[in-house]
């Protein structure tokens, strides 16, 4: 197996670092939006919440419904989603390429995210990734999500990888912060959803403004 500087595995999250799935994610909303007779989403705020996941999406996107009553919503949201597919989700352009890198290398790559799995295997499936990932931990695999370090040690476990010699990819402090505590090293995606935080006061080893830029901070380049 060759390595990267060092680090022989590489994990990413899905949503906002991988892919660009907020266009079906918002859709699925204005839907539900529509059922129970409440205004259309504000499209560029519920993007950045995304990578939260789903009751973050009903609360950004429905901002005049209660707690209880998101708690409800959210099993016809998620229906509504599935039922739509990833119509519009895509890879970020440039992600493929890095991938394929990764891959010409011998360097396994899986992803950690909280995205249930009956949700996040479509994903990947439509996306051409089924066959290329070696590992995939979704919210559901394990009785823990990010930030917890669990699902992140279970990914390296998979791929047979030692965390210490593992990098992690993500758009979110959760993210960033699951990685650390798993002992590996950590890439904050800043051309993600970001939940409206500042990358740069994650404390990731590295930071790439852009995909063009991801090689470089996976030491590729």
């Keep these: 197996m060759n390595t990267a500087g060092g680090f022989s595995a590489v994990l990413f999250d899905l949503d906002g670092t991988l892919a660009d799935s907020a266009p079906d994610l918002v859709a699925a909303l204005s839907t539900l939006s529509r059922e129970i007779g409440e205004p259309e989403p504000d499209p560029i705020a519920v993007s950045r919440v995304v990578s939260t996941g789903g009751r973050a999406i009903l609360r950004c996107g429905l901002p005049r419904i209660a707690e209880e009553r ?47 799995g009956w949700l996040a295997a479509p ?19 394990l009785s823990v999500r990010k930030p917890d370090p669990a699902p992140v040690l ?30 590996t090293r950590t890439i904050a995606a800043a051309w993600g959803y970001l939940n409206g935080g500042d990358p740069h006061s994650w404390g990731a080893d590295a930071i790439a403004n852009d995909v063009a830029a991801l090689p470089a901070c996976l030491l590729l380049a």
């Design 123 to 141: 994903v990947i499936e439509q996306l051409g990734l089924k066959g290329r990932c070696s590992a995939l931990v979704a919210g559901d695999t």
């Design 70 to 116: 998101i708690e409800e919503l959210l099993p016809r949201y998620l229906h509504l989603y599935a039922e739509r597919g990833n119509v519009s989700t895509r890879l970020y352009e440039g992600i493929d390429e890095v991938l394929r890198s990764l891959e010409a290398r011998g360097i396994p790559w899986g992803i950690v995210t909280n995205k249930v």
């Design 154 to 183: 279970h990914a390296c476990a998979l791929m047979k990888a030692d965390p210490l010699l593992t990098q992690f990819v993500g758009d979110d402090l959760r993210d960033i912060e699951a990685g650390r505590a798993a002992g």
